[in-house]
T-cell receptor, first 112, second 115 residues
Framework: DAGVIQSPRHEVTEMGQEVTLRCKPI?????LFWYRQTMMRGLELLIY????????DSGMPEDRFSAKMPNASFSTLKIQPSEPRDSAVYFC??????????FGDGTRLSIL | AQSVTQLGSHVSVSEGALVLLRCNYS??????LFWYVQYPNQGLQLLLK??????LVKGINGFEAEFKKSETSFHLTKPSAHMSDAAEYFC?????????????FGTGTKLQVIP
């Protein structure tokens, strides 16, 4: 049974560039979450979807961040333009109703 | 509002010794509580969960945790540490008021196991 799949695993890009992070949730899971993990702030919830609909995006730090879920098997988190302070590990997680979340292995993002 | 506090950002134990990682929660309604483990360069994996059934919860890899309402605690224990237990551990809480959707994570405790 495949877990949550994130790509790329590592991304290094220059400030000002657009960054797109991708996530494939576990089949049958109807919730999808995007988190950011840094040393300073720990694990922060950015946004979550239910049945492909964004429910709570209050954790999205700025308008430079956007997330979409065009279908049940794919979601993207986009940063445009990127800044050095966006450097972090970004995790995607998914789950079924009333079940714990399953996490992907994350994307380590470095903005130079 | 809900929150968890993990006491000690770093814990060191000798191989074979008892592991005790502390977590205290705050929630205005009965909580669901979780412990996750994160190995380097990996995502979080669920160790165990408390969902208002038995107060002593057993998880994977020999870990267990006890829900103590009077102490608002959910400490994680393992009788004998193994080298492979070295990782970062996160306590987390959610509640029905948020529809169990929003999970609040603690700041993590890094466990070092000394040979």
């Amino acid at each position: 049974d495949a877990g949550v799949i994130q790509s790329p695993r590592h991304e290094v890009t220059e400030m000002g560039q657009e960054v797109t992070l991708r996530c494939k949730p576990i089949s049958g899971h109807d919730y999808l979450f995007w988190y950011r993990q840094t040393m300073m702030r720990g694990l922060e919830l950015l946004i979550y979807f239910n049945n492909n609909v964004p429910i709570d995006d209050s954790g999205m730090p700025e308008d430079r961040f956007s997330a979409k879920m065009p279908n049940a098997s794919f979601s993207t988190l986009k940063i445009q333009p990127s800044e050095p302070r966006d450097s972090a590990v970004y995790f995607c997680a998914s789950r079924k109703e009333n079940q714990p979340q399953h996490f992907g292995d994350g994307t380590r993002l470095s903005i130079l | 509002a809900q929150s968890v506090t993990q006491l000690g950002s770093h814990v060191s134990v000798s191989e074979g010794a008892l592991v005790l990682l502390r977590c205290n929660y705050s929630s205005s309604v009965p909580p669901y509580l979780f412990w996750y483990v994160q190995y380097p360069n990996q995502g979080l994996q669920l160790l165990l969960k408390y969902t208002s059934a038995a107060t002593l919860v057993k998880g994977i890899n020999g870990f267990e945790a006890e829900f103590k309402k009077s102490e608002t605690s959910f400490h994680l224990t393992k009788p004998s540490a193994h080298m492979s237990d070295a990782a970062e551990y996160f306590c987390a809480v959610t509640s029905p008021s948020g529809g169990y959707q929003k999970v609040t994570f603690g700041t993590g405790t890094k466990l070092q196991v000394i040979p």
